[in-house]
């Protein structure tokens, strides 16, 4: 069972990060539960996602207990980094996160998303980058059958952007070994 | 199979689709409000019928309408929102009159809060609604089961000529998963004898009242519908329950974690087992004639604070064994602590 999380502001495609994993983990044979989190939240407060992936049947949807945690933000960090699991994985936007202390227990990995996302002139795709680091750092599927599951889940919403390619081929190179 | 990811509301508006209803009327209130945003947009495509009233009152009266001229009809809401729904249900019940409603249920009395919660069993199975009635319950704990068990409502409702409930809550409704649809299911507006489709010259005029106790024997009619919904619709899921010390009851998101907990449990040598109620009324009774000597005692998991199944237990099991209860409020209940209470009862220690 993997467990994740995916927060940051809304509008950083968090929510749409969290529902590609599983989308395509589901596609490829594995039970998953997605759920929002969701109140009265501020505009431009925070948004987040639970997401779990298993081989076996899932009981409850809500995460506690968190193996990666992908956070676009500071707040992200703040409110959920004390619930990673040891040896968890922080997918961190390092763009938007700077000059941070992170725990030593958990292995973090810094990613430019916003500037690789301009770069690769599809600024709407920060969170498709993220998911390249995130495929690279957890190996959760392949890299290729990922990158097809992604072209899949906009193709079936009619809204097919090649550059979203580029920016999860970016993501993923952007991580070292 | 096929499978798609879809949230819990979603899929049931979908499932109401594919069940052939046309008619939705209702009114927006988190946690169920993309079963009324989706329809609004799907009923279109159909052909069907989509009404947002001016409040769940307008609503349900207007489904009792639809429902009396032999549409399939449904309506959801949660909290206060299905409070408004109750006068409606007696009246339906009343007329002899299919429908179906759902409760996504949300936390708290009066206008509570928006999370999950298992806090409305008592008014789903003894009715809100003023008068003498039952209506069958049934309480999804997947978005499998929110669609399967939506399609079923609508067949027992049109069997019994009844109002049929779905018990969900804030969790299965939000939450995503992978379900396999059901194929599109034609509805016949004018296959009922007893619907109101307009009347030819010398054709025996029909009525839909809600004065039905004019017949001569309305106390035996009613009484023998709830009697044939007893026998024929206990629904549940049981699991280790053959050799189980400890048996749990619970249904909906709670029991979910149920499962999880026997599992747990009988790979520490600890003998948990479960009974899912699928339908909460009527009682799953017959369930219980599984436990065998080897049952200590039972305990409810659910959301509420009172442990509103209890009573249901004790009386389903002739008050032979203790029932507990771990109920919490606006947290899923958890594996670990099911299982240390499950210990406390086994050594006898205070739960």
Redesign the interface.
Known sequence: MMEIISAGFGGQGVLTAG?IL??VA?DNGK??????S??SEMRGGTANCGVKISDD??????VKNIDVLIAMNGPSIDKFEKNMKPDGILIVNSSMVKDRQYRDDIKVVEVLANDIAHEANNPRGVNIVILGAFIKATNLLDKDTFAKGIENFFADKGKVNPANQVCFEMGYNSVEN | MEYVLMKGNEALAEAAIRAGCRFYSGYPITPQTEILEYLSWRMDEVGGEFVQTESELGGINMMLGASAAGARVIGSSSGPGFSLFQEGISYLVAADLPAVLVDVMRYGNGLGDIGQSQGDYWQLTRGGGHGDYRTIVLAPNSVQENVDLTHLAFDLAEKYRHPVIIGSDAAIGQMMEKVALPEMEEHDIDKFHWSMKGCKKGEEQKKITNLLYYMDNYDEFLANKYKEMEDNEQRWESMEVEDAEVVLVSYGISSRVCKEAVKVARSQGIKLGLIRPISLWPYPIKAFEELSDSCKALMTVEMNILGQMVDDVILATGNKYPVYKYTTVKDVPETEVIIEKANKILSGGEV
């Open positions: 529902l599983a989308k589901m039970n998953v539960t997605w759920i929002p969701y109140g049947e899932i009981a409850s949807p809500f």
